[in-house]
């Protein structure tokens, strides 16, 4: 009877304890947060180790207060952080505390300011920035000019001035002490790392910080292994993992008494034009390439949910959505300079034809079947013609002579021999020969085109050909539902003839009118091994509308990090990470763009402006929503940002990832809401629990059992 009053008179509760075990696939380099930028695991690890003053919030989605109260003036200039009160690093004891104060938040920004500070990136958030100490809990940063962004920079982990003494700047990135064995003022606090035969054990303990969150989860630790195959033996072990893949069907791998969730963070994955390449700087062609990629094969075949097409991601999507029609790519294609050598033959035809068809030299044949050693007799009306006159330097006649040797003049008539001896001047030979008529003075008078052969067989074809232009040139004037009309696509070049197309011809490779073609360079990493899979999926697509696709895929992360900073590609299918401000200026900016030196020290490591994109009024419009803190300002110049991308079309965005996270059921009070990194996921750890009480509900007590058992008994 007491077992069963105190379980109708209680609920479960969460309480501390508990360790949660976190698997995942990667490795670790270490958790100093100036340094573990591009480790998702070690900023995973870093998020609970060090706080910074300001956190992101997943539930509102903004960035709010952490260890710091932060005020912000209303020119948006002047960020005044006042730390909380007794706030204690984690090297504390009752015999040295070790508090947090404005020394180490000074420390903190300024080392990254410093000449010789090993992370650009991050130097180049606080560049121009001024920090003064206004007493032991606050700092003031003054910013040259107001940024909107501001506040994400300043989540960044504090750290210990005092771990650092006497410390060069150059040696801190190499400083595998701390790295190795951090000391931080977050949540959770280092304990050991742990090397085993399957995995790399990472252990960390609760922390309590006075004022702060208070956290039921003891311990957390992460278990790093090789690869999933490996992550599943211990699978027993564990009670959540961090990045599930899936299988060709979409799902994912897990056993069944997981729970996975789904989601996505401001994140894409694009196609990058290199604009400083002349192959891609016709605006009609990338717009062509545009229209010519299916996304939604692409997404089927990645089990991707969420097309995008911009890399705005602030802005509705819903109106925006590039529709894959391959008829408008190649209409888009006709407008371009790369075109069908079938369009390229049939103008170049054309244009000969049109010049042709006038002035003295209209009678001059297009085609001729002529051996060598034979010649070509032409003729043509003496009006309007002041003699002498030459054809080829070949001096034209007005007579004839007989056989006797006598020469009978021609009425209004003139005549000429040209010969097609090998070497001989003004000979016409093999292939295409301009005939150009001058006066005494050399001025050109008129000008003409013939072709010449000298097998049949090959004269037949261009005879065909001929009559094929001549009847292009009549289907201009009959109805459109009329058998015998034909246009470009009616056409095929073959052997450097057109001809009727059939249905089985392939699609020849487009070329501009110097007859180059169009032959483009995908550059794409190994990693993650679906980038390949995408780029063959564009190779494949392009290649249906004529554009010929190499794909460059190095081997190792080395290899295909130099080729994306020296910009060695027409293309380059990357992802972009908005992370919490969605800011785009990095990667758009001009300022962002790669310089142009063979000398691989002059390159900048942070040029995110992977298209060389540069537009001055695009420049105005990203640094107007930096510098905005107007909404209606800041709407108003994204929808004009988005105007201009849609037209000038720097990248192609294909899709934002899916990940999904998993958990066994014994892991409670966990949510992932609105997260701009995967480390957000524990944004909301101060709510997850695995241990378990009881709890007397409101009014009830030990003392309420004699009245439950009166009232039990005589129900």
């Known amino acids: 009877m007491i077992r069963t009053f105190y379980k109708d008179n209680t609920l479960l509760v969460p309480k501390q304890g508990g360790t949660y075990i976190e698997g995942a696939v990667g490795e670790v380099a270490g958790w100093n947060p100036w340094f573990n930028t591009g480790n998702d695991i070690d900023r995973d690890i870093a998020s609970l180790i060090f706080s910074g003053l300001m956190r992101y919030d997943t539930a509102s989605g903004v960035i709010v207060n952490d260890l710091a109260e932060v005020r912000v003036s209303t020119d948006q200039r002047t960020y005044t952080a006042t730390l909380r009160p007794d706030l204690f690093w984690h090297d504390s004891t009752a015999t040295d505390p070790h508090p947090v104060t404005a020394d180490d938040v000074l420390f903190t920004f300024t080392t990254i300011q410093e000449p010789g500070f090993q992370n650009p990136i991050l130097a180049q958030n606080f560049k121009g920035v001024e920090l003064e100490k206004l007493d032991d809990r606050t700092v003031r940063f003054k910013l040259q000019k107001p940024y909107a962004f501001f506040t994400s920079n300043l989540m960044l982990g504090l750290l210990p001035k005092r771990s650092f003494e006497n410390r060069p700047i150059p040696d801190l990135q190499n400083d595998l002490d701390f790295r190795f064995q951090p000391v931080g003022a977050g949540a959770y606090q280092f304990v050991s790392t742990i090397q085993t035969d399957i995995s790399t054990e990472v252990t960390l303990k609760r922390f309590s910080q006075p004022g702060m969150p208070s956290y039921y989860i003891e311990r957390v630790v992460f278990r790093i292994f090789s690869d999933y195959s490996t992550l599943l033996t211990d699978i027993l072990n564990l009670s959540a993992i961090r990045q599930v893949p899936r299988n060709d069907e979409g799902n994912p791998i897990l056993p069944r008494r997981f729970v996975p969730i789904a989601y996505s963070l401001p994140q894409y994955v694009g196609l990058f034009f290199n604009l400083d390449r002349g192959i891609v700087q016709d605006p009609k062609l990338r717009l062509g390439l545009q229209l010519a ?29 590039y529709k894959f029609d391959a008829t408008a790519a190649k209409g888009s294609f006709f407008d371009s300079n790369w075109n069908v050598p079938e369009k390229v033959r049939l103008q170049k035809l054309l244009e000969q034809r049109e010049a042709n068809a006038v002035g003295p030299l209209q009678n001059a044949p297009r085609i001729a079947l002529l051996q060598t050693g034979a010649v070509l007799v032409m003729t043509g009306s003496t009006k309007n013609l002041s003699f002498p006159i030459f054809i080829n330097d070949i001096r034209v006649s007005t007579g004839v002579t007989l056989p006797d040797g006598t020469v009978r003049s021609l009425s209004d008539s003139w005549i000429v021999k040209i010969p097609t001896g090998n070497g001989m001047s003004g000979s016409i030979k093999l292939g295409f020969t301009i005939l150009r008529m001058n006066d005494a003075k050399g001025d050109i008078v008129d000008s003409a085109f013939v072709e010449r052969f000298i097998d049949a067989r090959t004269f037949a074809k261009a005879s065909d050909e001929f009559r094929l232009v001549e009847q292009f040139i009549r289907s201009k004037t009959l109805p459109e539902n009329d058998p015998s009309r034909i246009d470009v696509t009616s056409l095929y070049l073959e052997n450097g003839f057109l001809r009727r197309k059939k249905e089985n011809d392939p699609l020849h490779t487009r070329i501009n009118q110097r007859g180059d073609p169009l032959r483009l360079t995908i550059l794409t990493s190994s990693r993650p091994a679906h980038y390949k899979k995408i780029a063959e999926i564009v190779k494949r697509q392009w290649e249906s509308v004529g554009a010929e696709v190499v794909l460059d895929i190095p081997d190792t992360k080395r290899g295909f990090e130099n080729k994306l900073l020296r910009r060695q590609y027409d293309v380059v299918l990357f992802g972009q990470s908005l992370f919490d401000n969605l800011d785009s200026y990095p990667y758009w900016h001009s300022s962002q763009i790669q310089e142009k030196s063979e000398d691989v020290s002059k390159l900048k490591l942070d040029a995110f402006n ?86 007397f509900i409101a009014g009830k007590s030990w003392f309420s059992f004699p009245g439950w058992i009166i009232q039990t008994l005589f129900k």
């Not at 995008?308 to 802005?315: A, F, R």
Request: glycine share 2%.
């Open 293 to 321: 990629t299916n996304k939604q094969e692409i997404a089927d075949t990645l089990h991707e949910t969420k097309i995008i097409d911009t890399g705005l991601l602030e802005i509705d999507l819903t109106d925006w959505r």
């Open 610 to 695: 992977l298209s060389q994109y540069a537009s001055f009024e695009a420049d105005t419009l990203l640094a107007r929503i930096r510098e905005t803190d107007n909404q209606s300002s800041r709407e108003k110049a994204l929808k004009e940002l988005s105007v201009l991308f849609k037209k000038d079309i720097p990248a192609i965005t294909l899709y934002s990832p899916l990940s999904v996270y998993a958990h066994i059921d014994n892991v409670q009070g966990l949510s992932l809401q609105e997260m701009a990194l995967h480390s957000d996921r524990f944004a909301t750890l101060s709510n997850w629990y695995i241990d378990t009480g009881r709890q």
